[in-house]
């Protein structure tokens, strides 16, 4: 998870929020289980600017989405907050993974962090990782709840990112290969910059995860 800045409301959900939200609450007096129509808020408009705003990523666990795989989740479920169906700054970007998360009854939002709120700094200071596996930091409730509600520790996630933290380590070999054919003990700075330090940037998949690896593994980077 990183701090997402969201971007301004797309024109469609301007124009059309308050008809859809009638609609929806109207559907909802016959029957109080009925669901928002995921045509609209999945508008092609409305995907498109959730994806600029995480560079394509699930807005919980930082996997790249493409096509199918990307899903639009409500943060105060419909169940709890039906008159947020349509509203902007309740939908993010997940995955399918994620959004299977557990319901506000098991674990309440106010338990959680929230990518669109929390800053980077909030996010570290409660979840981070040993390689590919998330973990809380020590006596972080928060950091719990939130690797609980959103499956963040899945075994699907783990071989997720697994898989990604083995294109970094590819890269670290290749690197440390020609440092040693070059007799040379630092990185230059095409390496550190354009290779290494890259993978932790916010528009790469797993970035947190990333961060986390370089500083155990390469602590001269941060140096
Ligand atoms: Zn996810």
Known sequence: MRHIDRLPEPQILTDK???????FDEKRK????ARPDSTKYGNKNIRETLDSCSHFKCFYCEATLKGDLKEIDH???VAIAPELAYTWSNLYLSCHNCNDK???DVIPLSDVLDPCSDTDNEIKKNITFEDECICAQPDSKKGLQ???KFRLNSDAQDFKRLKWLKRIKDEVIDIQGKMINEARNQFTEEEEKKSLLRFMQRDQPYSLM???YLRKHLP???I
């Open 146 to 148: 939130t690797i609980r």
């Open 17 to 23: 929020h308050d008809e859809w939200q009638k609609k």
């Open 102 to 104: 557990y319901s506000h």
């Open 220 to 222: 001269s980077l941060f």
């Open 210 to 212: 990333s961060e986390m």
């Open 75 to 77: 943060f105060k479920e």
């Open 30 to 33: 016959n029957n109080p289980n």
